[in-house]
C-alpha cells in the first residue's frame, strides 16, 4: 500500500534527521511520531485537498495531516463550516474527525526545518503524490494551499502533458482543466491568517463555493 511506502520513506536525509530529533516542544508531554505523514480522509470523494508539508508540532507530533497546531484549528474549522468535516476541530489521531467526500494530503510528508522544503525533497515526494492523485478516480476539484502545493500540483499536470502556461496561482482564483476544477487558496499559516491575508469569512465562502461546485448547484 502507498501508505506503508510514505511511513517507511527513507529518500531525503536531511528531512529525517530534523523530524527524528526536532525538539519537543515543553507543552507537549508525549512521544511524537517523528515520521512521513500520510494523507487522511476518502480516497473515493470528489475533492482533493493538498498542503504543503507537516508542522513540526503538528502533524509531526500527533501522526496525522494537519492535526494539533494553529493552521489545522484554522483549516479544520472552516472546512466544518462549509460541511466538508463531521467537526471543527482536529487534535489528535483518535478524535473521530472524519473528511466528507474528501481526501487532504501534502506536497512534502516530512516536517522540513524552518518550513521551508528543498526543490529535491519536494521531487522526491512527488511520486507519492502523484499516485494518490492518480488513485482518486471520481475526482472532481482540487484545493491547492499555498504556492508550493501548486506548484507540485501543476507538476504532476505537466506528467499527464497538460498545457499549465496560463495557469497560475492567485488566492481564491480557479482553473478548469481536463473536468478537474483547480482552485487556489493562500496557505492557511498564522502568518497568513493573523496579517489578514486570508481571512476566515472569505476562506469559508470559498469552501462553500467549492462544495457547491462538486454537488452540481454551479
Known amino acids: 500500500m502507498i501508505n506503508d511506502e510514505i511511513i517507511g520513506c527513507t529518500k531525503c536525509d536531511r528531512l529525517i534527521k530534523y523530524r527524528e530529533f526536532v525538539e519537543k516542544h515543553k507543552k507537549y508531554n508525549e512521544e511524537y511520531w517523528s515520521r512521513p505523514i500520510t494523507g487522511y480522509g ?118 499527464e502533458n497538460v498545457d499549465t502556461k496560463n495557469i497560475k496561482f492567485k488566492n481564491f482564483a480557479y482553473y478548469d482543466i481536463n473536468n478537474i476544477r483547480l482552485y487556489c487558496s493562500y496557505h492557511p499559516s498564522p502568518r497568513n491568517v493573523n496579517t489578514g491575508l486570508l481571512k476566515k469569512d472569505d476562506f469559508v465562502n470559498f469552501l462553500i463555493s467549492i462544495r457547491s461546485y462538486i454537488n452540481g448547484n454551479i
Open 42 to 159: 476518502d480516497i473515493n470523494g470528489r475533492l482533493l485537498i493538498i498542503g504543503l508539508a507537516p508542522a513540526a508540532h503538528g502533524g509531526n507530533r500527533t501522526g496525522r495531516i494537519f492535526t494539533g497546531d494553529k493552521s489545522s484549528d484554522f483549516l479544520v474549522s472552516s472546512l466544518y463550516s462549509a460541511g466538508i468535516t463531521n467537526q471543527p476541530e482536529s487534535r489528535s489521531r483518535d478524535d473521530g474527525l472524519i473528511y466528507i467526500d474528501s481526501y487532504i494530503t501534502l506536497a512534502l510528508k516530512c516536517a522540513p526545518p524552518e518550513n521551508k522544503p528543498l526543490k529535491c525533497e519536494l521531487k522526491n515526494c512527488s511520486f507519492f503524490l502523484f499516485n494518490e492523485i492518480r488513485s482518486m478516480v471520481n475526482l472532481r476539484a482540487v484545493l491547492v494551499l499555498g504556492r508550493i502545493a501548486f506548484d507540485s500540483y501543476i507538476n504532476y499536470l505537466k506528467t
